[in-house]
């Protein structure tokens, strides 16, 4: 059944005015097109929906019993383009959010405050996790995007670059060599984190035991074990915007062989939706 919103337009207007000249003139048609609109709703429907003569033009029983149906069927089209277009212009929808600790701590916050300001009507969620637990909550549609580290399995994910968060070096400012650090214990992230690997991969390649001294969960803790004197901690560079480190510490470079990215994870196939693209130019426009 091929019928369309204009067919439906024009058959209400005429059961309104009763006239072929006055909804030709209300539709901006000329009185053939319109009546070739009239006939092909017709076909489709295989109804008699007009009664027409030279003078006057009727609703059928057909055409009558059909006009409410019409009628509702208009109110329905018009509410869904109503909505796509509130939501193509943020003024509604929803967005979920996953993300690291490192990014939900250092410039997230800023970036949803932000977009948030701009459009209130946009619900937003954000939950924080391990690189694990935002690759499940993405692979499982609970949330829209990940902002994570690239995961070793890509299977059915896609992920966009968004900024390198590499590693720094964590020890208590204690006056001495540079180097004395290495000779330090060794303050490592459990296994578990995206971090771990990256800080063993890069004390091999500067030639230091990856054999841990000590192993925790958070980098707020590694940080207050290495004010203490404890050791010397590996840690990602958004960390020293949130861990509030003191002069006790100080924050060095270090060579590391392998970039720690930071994207965007997505489920394929990716449905980018206008909250989603709005978020994405507010994320480039902060880290940029």
């Known amino acids: 059944m091929d019928i369309n919103f204009r067919q439906l337009r024009a058959f209400t207007l005429i059961a309104q005015t009763l006239s072929f000249t006055r909804t030709s003139e209300r539709l901006h048609l000329s009185p053939p097109a319109l009546s070739y609109s009239i006939r092909k709703l017709e076909e489709s429907l295989g109804l008699k929906l007009l009664a027409r003569n030279t003078r006057s033009v009727e609703l059928t029983s057909a055409g009558a019993h059909f006009l409410p149906q019409a009628q509702q069927l208009l109110r329905l089209m018009s509410d869904a383009v109503s909505d796509a277009q509130e939501l193509l212009n943020l003024d509604s929808g929803t967005l979920r959010l996953a993300a690291l600790p490192t990014a939900a701590a250092s410039f997230l916050p800023g970036v949803i405050a932000a977009y948030s300001r701009e459009h209130p009507g946009v619900q937003v969620s954000l939950q924080d996790g391990r690189a694990g637990e935002v690759r499940d909550w ?34 208590r400012d204690e006056g001495d060599d540079a180097e004395d650090w290495k000779s330090r214990p060794y303050i490592a992230l459990t296994t578990d984190t995206s971090i771990r690997p990256l800080a063993d991969m890069t004390l091999e390649h500067l030639g230091v035991s990856t054999q841990p001294s000590w192993q925790v969960a958070h980098m707020s803790t590694a940080a207050a074990m290495v004010r203490e004197g404890l050791g010397f901690s590996l840690l990602p560079a958004s960390c020293t915007a949130f861990l509030h480190l003191g002069e006790a510490l100080r924050v060095l470079p270090v060579d590391q062989p392998v970039q720690r990215a930071l994207g965007l994870l997505l489920r394929k196939p990716v449905r980018q939706t206008p909250a989603m693209q709005m978020f994405e130019h507010f994320l480039d426009q902060r880290l940029n």
């Open 138 to 171: 993405v692979l499982a549609g609970e949330v829209d995007v990940g902002i994570t580290s690239l995961p070793e399995d890509m299977l059915g994910l896609e992920f966009k670059h968004l900024v390198n968060d590499n590693l720094v070096l964590l020890v």
